[in-house]
């Protein structure tokens, strides 16, 4: 046998082994999804949606997570309230903290009070918020750090709300392309676990952000996957992963390559519906970290 049938690759033979975290989400079945104003560039109300098609979407992404071996909650559905599918806006929790949303837009502002309610009732330590913010959509977890984007929603008096209830430290980070107007569109943790010291694997798009967030990237996470406008065009980067299984677009194909590369597993869903409304998958998965109080 030869040698170029029996040698391994050299990119598989040093992508560490990756370990699965347990997980637990909060989700909220689409049954109410249409797009009937613009707040983001994805959104045109001209192109027609098919609610059926979304909620058979995005129990795709639901029954992955359960098979996985993770946990997942859910919120009802408002009527009148499309983008509650959205749940990663709805808060941002740590430690069994939950720090509730206050939306920019008025046509979320009715979600607020629903997700601070439910954050109350399954017995966290809730806070409401005196500040704009988007929660998980631009606030992420990355090791000890929170990452926190601001340019188009959160609003930067946040991210000392952060600070002060968490008492970690934040780092702001500037996104400048509308399309990415949340920090999750921009930006995904790979390793939601690492040990102290350790670098957190994460993947981004360089040119979402301004030269000073560019900068601090770089320095922080010299490791990172840099993705590229064709994979973010297609929210590849709003996936959601366990440390060993990262959910993505199937049309990010270039993104699966690199994942592979470094030792994940992609798995493979399409969320193309949801996609008309400015949201992918991480958009529809707020992670639950920490005991309820």
């Known amino acids: 046998m030869s040698t170029q049938e029996t040698a391994p690759s050299t990119t598989v033979a040093l992508a560490p082994e990756r370990v699965a975290q347990h997980r637990r989400y909060l989700m909220c079945r689409p049954e109410h999804f249409t797009v009937d104003y613009t707040i983001n560039p994805w959104m045109d109300p001209a192109k027609p949606t098919d609610t059926a098609k979304a909620v058979a979407q995005w129990q795709k992404l639901y029954d992955l997570y359960l098979e ?25 929790l740590i430690d069994g903290i939950a720090y509730g949303p206050k939306f920019r837009f008025v046509e979320r502002q009715g979600e607020g009070p629903a997700f601070i309610d ?25 090791g000890d750090v929170i990452l926190a984007g601001v340019g188009f929603r959160s609003s930067d008096a946040s991210q000392d709300e952060l600070r002060e209830i ?4 934040v780092v702001s980070l500037t996104l400048i392309d509308p399309r990415f ?22 993947a981004y798009l360089p040119h979402a952000f301004d030269e000073r967030s ?7 996470f010299p490791n990172a996957i840099l ?4 994979d973010g065009a297609v929210f590849g980067l709003n996936s959601a992963s366990d440390g060993r299984n990262v959910i993505i677009s199937p049309r990010a194909t270039g993104f699966e390559k690199q994942l592979r590369e470094r030792g994940y ?5 399409d969320l193309s519906e949801l996609l008309l409304g400015g949201g992918g998958i991480k958009c529809c998965t707020l992670e639950l970290r920490g005991a309820r109080a």
């Open 68 to 92: 996985l071996g993770h946990e997942v909650e859910l919120i009802d559905p408002l009527p009148g309230y499309p983008d509650m599918v959205y749940t990663a806006n709805g808060g941002f």
């Open 214 to 220: 560019q900068a601090i990237l770089a320095e922080r």
């Open 118 to 142: 439910w954050f109350r009732e399954q017995g966290y330590d809730t806070r409401e918020p005196r500040e704009t913010n988007e929660g998980e959509g631009d606030f992420l977890l990355a």
């Open 227 to 230: 993705v590229s406008d064709e």
């Open 166 to 169: 968490f008492g970690r430290e």
């Open 265 to 269: 597993v992609p798995h493979l869903v």
């Open 181 to 202: 107007y949340h920090l999750d569109t921009a930006l995904a943790i790979l390793d939601p676990v690492v040990e102290p010291g350790a670098e957190v694997g994460v």
